[in-house]
């Protein structure tokens, strides 16, 4: 009987692919603009809306009493700033073909990968709001959005120019006595390359790995906690001969308030196979989805700054 030998051709029939059946993590942003505000719920049955109300400063008077007279009287004012919550949400579709065949755990990664998404979406709803910041300053020479060129970048000058405007504004530090700065990981890249940044980790912060040059991570610096994500806003091509403009936020406490409802949190939602009535008469689908209400505002434009800058990463730099 001939017997006949298999080459390396013949083999790919018994070359099987390995699949390895853990799914590989997703790249995510620092989700962090939903972290310094305000945070106030709607209860139940509150509607849609809040109202964040403030006593405004009573008008200080340094003019001496007259004997026996008593003064004008003193009235305080109330300002008061409103929003309305909005919902959002996504959702899939999984066959059971999929559901019952397929070879990796799709529901379980569809669950976790929307409540990424969740995640992200409610920090850009969040940033979409407290950008439009009112209290503005401009990089190096520049005095509008469309003079932020190249080499204009955040700096300890800049740094210090904000931090004393609000002061000026008699803004409160967030946490631990520090103000907060949302920004670009571009913009740490051009924070290091400061002179003045880089001598103050070298001769005033402690000397060992916890040091922001061996971690690669600013922390704290003249009185700001320094916190980066990509998702940071960028203002593309809107600079100086198409420059990008990235905003650098510095926050103070009560700068901006959040709300979400307290009888309708974020969540992921699972329905299975044959829940669906008869909207799925033959048990074909089941569908995974996420939802959330949420809503920002900013209470008090005087308390927060935007910084724009440039950066040497910048693709239109």
């Known amino acids: ?14 070359l099987k692919q390995t699949y390895d059946r853990l799914l590989l993590s997703r790249a995510l942003p ?34 001496a009493l007259t004997e026996g007279t008593a003064p004008a009287e003193t009235v305080a004012t109330f300002s008061s700033v409103a929003c309305t919550i909005s919902q959002y ?17 799709v529901i379980e990664e569809y669950t976790k990968n929307f409540g990424e ?26 005095a509008t959005t469309g003079a932020v060129g190249s080499g204009m970048f ?30 670009h990981p571009d913009v740490t890249r051009d924070l290091f390359a400061d002179a003045a940044i880089v001598n103050a980790f070298q001769y005033a912060a402690p000397r060992d790995t916890a040091n922001p040059l061996f971690t690669g991570v600013i922390g704290d610096y003249m009185g ?13 091509s809107l600079g100086l001969s198409g420059a990008d403009v990235y905003d650098c936020l510095f926050i103070g406490k009560e700068a901006y308030g959040v709300t979400e409802l307290s ?3 974020a969540r992921t939602i699972i329905h299975p196979r044959g829940s669906g ?41």
């Open 1 to 14: 009987m001939a017997v006949e030998l298999i080459g390396v051709g013949g083999m790919t029939v018994e």
């Open 30 to 63: 620092n989700l962090v603009h939903n972290q310094y505000g305000e945070k106030k719920p709607i209860p139940a049955k509150g509607g849609k809306s809040i109202e964040f109300r403030r006593m405004e400063r009573i008008t200080i008077n340094t003019t």
């Open 89 to 105: 949400g996504q959702y899939a579709k999984v066959s059971d073909l999929l559901d019952v065949q397929g070879f990796d755990p």
């Open 117 to 142: 998404v969740m995640g992200d979406v409610l920090d850009r709803v969040v940033r979409d709001v407290i950008v439009a910041c009112t209290t503005l300053q401009w990089a190096s020479t520049a």
């Open 154 to 183: 955040l700096n300890s000058a800049e740094i210090r120019e904000i931090v004393n405007t609000l002061k000026r504004n008699n803004a409160k530090p967030v946490v631990d006595n520090k103000f907060i700065c949302i920004h």
């Open 224 to 236: 700001v906690r320094f916190v980066e994500t990509t998702n940071a806003n960028i203002r593309s």
């Open 263 to 265: 009888a309708l949190q």
């Open 277 to 317: 009535g008869h909207t799925d008469p033959l048990e074909q689908y089941s569908t995974i989805g996420w939802k959330a209400a949420l809503a920002a505002v900013i209470l008090n434009q005087t308390f927060m700054g935007r910084v724009q800058v440039n950066t040497s990463r910048s693709l239109s730099a």
